[in-house]
Structures are given as C-alpha cells and as structure tokens.
C-alpha cells in the first residue's frame, strides 16, 4: 500500500479550513474573568474611504503576530478592531463616484475590508468590533462631551485656525504642508478667526507631561510628538504700544 504525500500549498483549501478552526474554538476571545496576566494590542482603526492597502495589511499583520506570541507566552490578549469612520474623506470620495451617500460609501467599505482582514487570518474579536459613525459607538462620545462641559472643561471662543477653503474644514498645523492643505496640495490655506469648541488641556499640561515619563518604552519621536502636542511652555506677555494711538497696545506671549 503506498501513502499518497500531499506537495504544495493550497491556501484557497488550507487557510478557511483553519480560519474555522480558529473560530469555533474561540482563540481570539478575551475573558475578563481568566486568571493569566492580561495584554492589550491595539491597532490603530483604518478609515474606511476607500480599499484597504498592502500597508493596512502591514501594519495589522504585524499587530496579529504580537498578539499570537503574547498568547503563546500564556497571555489573554485583548486585540479588538474598529473603524474611524467619520470625516470629510468618505464624504469627498463618495460625491467623486456620483454622488454616492457617505453612509453608503463607508458602509461598503467597511464590509469588504473586514472580509480582507477575515481573509488574512488575523485573530481579531469581532464581537468586540466599533464602527465610529455609528449611534452604539457616537452616543458615548456625546455623553462624554457633555461631561466635559458640565464641569467646565469645554468652552467656546475665538481662534486663528488654518482653513482649507475647498473642504471648507479647519487643519491642524500637521496637516499644513508649505502653506498648503494635505488632501488638496493646489489649494493654499486661508487663515481665519473662527469661534469654536475648545477643551481646557492646558489645565492637565504638567500631568500629561509628567506621564510621558512612564512610557519609557515608547519611540522617542513618539514623546517628543506629544510633547509637542500639549504644548505647555514658560514665558512671559509684554504689551507694545501702539504708535499714533494713545493708551492703546498689543500684548504678545513670548518664550
């Protein structure tokens, strides 16, 4: 009798047969009941515009093989997936194919590119899965902007802001390249005074820098990023008068 050797990989036969597997057998459930030290990887969310890329597809295979060593090393891992899915990319990219409603665009996106993930084999537990434009995910985020205002930590006021007169938006200084908007390199961008929402961080500066010393594991690029980013500096405001006009100046906040 003579043993038929299977050569070759097959991956349109082998990797469902094991996805399944994987999936009956729950391995990428997180139990917050288990007894094993606790590991939480987090990717960061897609926006959900258009196809998902080769560098999505990088970055969440890298996140999948962490999460798989970590249970191998006696872990329960905790590795959900979600999708940043508010913004005025799917709202541009759905008016660029007819007039497509964005709910509708991002939607659809959101299908095929879970199905991709699905495909990959990653081990993410969808029951655990958040779609930001959504009511069950918003309503918390509503609910957490209205705590801020009640204790006073939201306010509005008038602010010099870049704007991209195209996405008719404000951007961040990040997203000023030479002067001109990320999503629209042509378009140069228009500075404005705007009243809008502003969170008191500044009130939380020296605590938030305090803590940055605790991720000593973090790329140092990463801090300096943030640290940036809370902007907290010492300095000090003098007032220039004005010429030709008595009692009158300008206060300026210097470094």
């Not at 994987?22 to 258009?50: I, N």
């Not at 404000?170 to 999503?183: D, F, H, K, P, T």
């Amino acid at each position: 009798m003579t043993a038929t050797r299977r050569t070759g990989y097959s991956p349109q036969e082998i990797e469902p047969k094991w996805q399944r597997v994987w999936v009956e057998r729950g391995v990428m459930k997180a139990s917050e009941s288990s007894p094993k030290p606790k590991y939480y990887d987090l990717v960061m969310y897609p926006y959900p515009s258009g196809d998902l890329t080769v560098g999505h597809a990088r970055n969440y295979v890298m996140g999948d093989v962490l999460a798989r060593m970590k249970r191998m090393q006696g872990h329960e891992v905790l590795h959900p997936f979600g999708w940043d899915a508010f913004g005025l990319p799917a709202e541009n990219a759905a008016m660029r194919r007819g007039g497509v409603h964005p709910g509708e665009w991002t939607l659809g996106n959101i299908k095929k590119g879970k199905r991709e993930l699905e495909m990959l084999g990653i081990l993410y537990d969808w029951d655990r899965e958040v779609t930001s434009c959504l009511p069950d995910y918003y309503k918390w985020t509503e609910w957490l902007f209205e705590l801020f205002y009640e204790r006073g930590l939201a306010y509005r006021a008038m602010s010099p802001v870049n704007w991209c007169p195209v996405d008719k938006t404000v951007l961040a200084n990040e997203q000023v390249i030479n002067g001109r908007c990320w999503r629209h390199l042509e378009v140069e961008v228009e500075k404005k005074d705007l009243e809008q929402w502003f969170f008191k961080i500044t009130d939380y500066a020296q605590r938030l820098l305090d803590d940055l010393d605790t991720l000593e594991h973090w790329p140092q690029k990463v801090r300096v990023m943030q640290t940036n980013w809370i902007g907290r500096s010492e300095g000090a405001e003098v007032d220039f008068p004005v010429v030709g006009l008595a009692n009158e100046s300008v206060r300026i906040y210097t470094t």
